[in-house]
T-cell receptor
Framework: EPEVTQTPSHQVTQMGQEVILRCVPI?????FYWYRQILGQKVEFLVS????????KSEIFDDQFSVERPDGSNFTLKIRSTKLEDSAMYFC???????????FGPGTRLLVL | DQQVKQNSPSLSVQEGRISILNCDYT??????FLWYKKYPAEGPTFLIS?????DKNEDGRFTVFLNKSAKHLSLHIVPSQPGDSAVYFC????????????FGSGTQLTVLP
């Protein structure tokens, strides 16, 4: 069964460093998303992406964040200068042309020290 | 801004009995609802969904009921199995291209053997 994959599974970084989280969405899906879950809190929407541009973004997704689909398979989330409060699980998701049911990857656990 | 609420943080059920997980929402624009299951250190796994034009959707042991007038949905699992023990998230979406899911805070279901 097709699935969303994410790398790395864990990332530890120093505050102020840049990180890139990678995702390979399900191959025939058209819509791509990033969510995060801070420990003990809800899963929160960050950004959605369609047709090589951002469709929606939340207020969390400030200028420190960017997304890119550098080729036909990868979808990346870059955090330019990490802060302590960026420590969280980051989930990538994708959905098909109907765009309603989103399928999630296993997540990347980001720890900012 | 809690547009989707799961008021029970935990639920324990005996194996073989019915599990009922509840979810309330406030935004009347939501027109599609989903339940996800999540194990620790994994991403949310899609379980079942329902459109706002329906009041019931069934898939094997899982049934979702929607009461639009009460802005309430529930997930029934029958019979419950120990492998069902996980956190269950309710999520809602306003249909359209690449729209965000809004999640509830989750209910930890424990099925006792």
């Amino acid at each position: 069964e097709p699935e969303v994959t994410q790398t790395p599974s864990h990332q530890v970084t120093q505050m102020g460093q840049e990180v890139i989280l990678r995702c390979v969405p399900i191959s025939n899906h058209l819509y791509f998303y990033w969510y995060r879950q801070i420990l003990g809190q809800k899963v929160e929407f960050l950004v959605s992406f369609y047709n090589n541009e951002i469709s929606e973004k939340s207020e969390i997704f400030d200028d420190q964040f960017s997304v890119e689909r550098p080729d036909g398979s990868n979808f990346t989330l870059k955090i330019r200068s990490t802060k302590l409060e960026d420590s969280a699980m980051y989930f990538c998701a994708s959905s098909d042309s109907r765009g309603r049911t989103q399928y999630f990857g296993p997540g990347t656990r980001l720890l900012v020290l | 801004d809690q547009q989707v609420k799961q008021n029970s943080p935990s639920l324990s059920v005996q194996e073989g009995r019915i599990s009922i997980l509840n979810c309330d929402y406030t935004n009347s624009m939501f027109d599609y609802f989903l339940w996800y299951k999540k194990y620790p250190a994994e991403g949310p796994t899609f379980l079942i969904s329902i459109s706002s034009i329906k009041d019931k959707n069934e898939d094997g042991r899982f049934t979702v009921f929607l009461n639009k007038s009460a802005k309430h949905l529930s997930l029934h699992i029958v019979p419950s199995q120990p492998g069902d023990s996980a956190v269950y998230f309710c999520a809602a979406i306003i249909s359209g291209s690449a729209r965000q899911l809004t999640f509830g805070s989750g209910t930890q279901l424990t099925v006792l053997p």
